[in-house]
């Protein structure tokens, strides 16, 4: 069955750019939606994006001006990038398929601090 | 921007019926999604397009979605059913995912 992995840093500084990967297994990203979710601590669950398979995008209105997200087909991956992070940046990152979300990796932590 | 509305709590005793509302507007004309996260855990939809069941998710678990509010029903909560519980819907006016702030269901 279909899985996902997120990768990454799990520390990133003020101001730096988080970026991280999501690997999909088991079936072709060459269709659905892929998403990209947070839950920062003591907080619910946020979403930031998806790609499709064509590549378009669409963003969190609240993040859009440090979003993007991208898909590597080849790689079987879609790619997070997230600009100027803050301390509210901190959080559990997870990649999800399709609008339903019917499959999610187990999930990161990017913690930001110097 | 879309809101989703959940209570930030809800309890009930092993056996009994849980019930979690996910209200918004006009939500009765979008897809709804429950999502169950158990601490370090990754989210796991329990029901999707507002009535349907995942293979694997017990048949305890059930949904609906009418009158104004989506409704996330649990029938004979046992003490494993103890998490948050989310809604999401897709947003098409404004293109997005939104996510209820969440529901934390806790067995007496």
């Known amino acids: 069955q279909v899985q996902l992995q997120e990768s990454g840093p799990g520390l990133v500084k003020p101001s730096e750019t988080l970026s991280l990967t999501c690997t999909v297994s088991g079936g072709s990203i060459s269709s659905y939606y892929w998403s990209w979710i947070r839950r920062p601590p003591g907080k619910g669950l946020e979403w930031i994006g998806h790609v499709y398979n064509s590549g378009s995008t669409n963003y969190a209105p609240s993040l859009k001006s440090r979003v993007t997200i991208s898909l590597d087909s080849s790689k079987n991956q879609f790619s997070l990038r997230l600009s100027s992070v803050t301390a509210a940046d901190t959080a559990v990152y997870y990649c999800?398929?399709?609008?339903?979300?019917?499959?999610w990796g187990q999930g990161t932590t990017v913690t930001v601090s110097s | 921007s879309y809101v989703l509305t959940q209570p930030p709590s809800v309890s009930v005793a092993p056996g009994k019926t849980a019930r979690i509302t996910c209200g918004g507007d006009?939500?009765?004309?979008?897809?709804v999604h429950w999502f169950q996260q158990k601490p370090g855990q990754a989210p796991v939809v329990v029901i999707y397009?507002?009535?349907d069941r995942p293979s694997g998710i017990p048949a305890r678990f059930s949904g609906s979605n009418s009158g104004g509010t989506a409704t996330l029903t649990i029938t004979r909560v046992d003490a494993g059913d103890e998490a948050d519980y989310f809604c999401q819907v897709w947003d098409n006016g404004y293109d997005h995912v939104v996510f209820g702030g969440g529901t934390k269901l806790t067995v007496l």
């Open positions: 999800a398929r399709d609008l339903s979300m019917d499959v």
């Open positions: 006009n939500i009765g004309s979008k897809s």
């Open positions: 397009y507002d009535s």
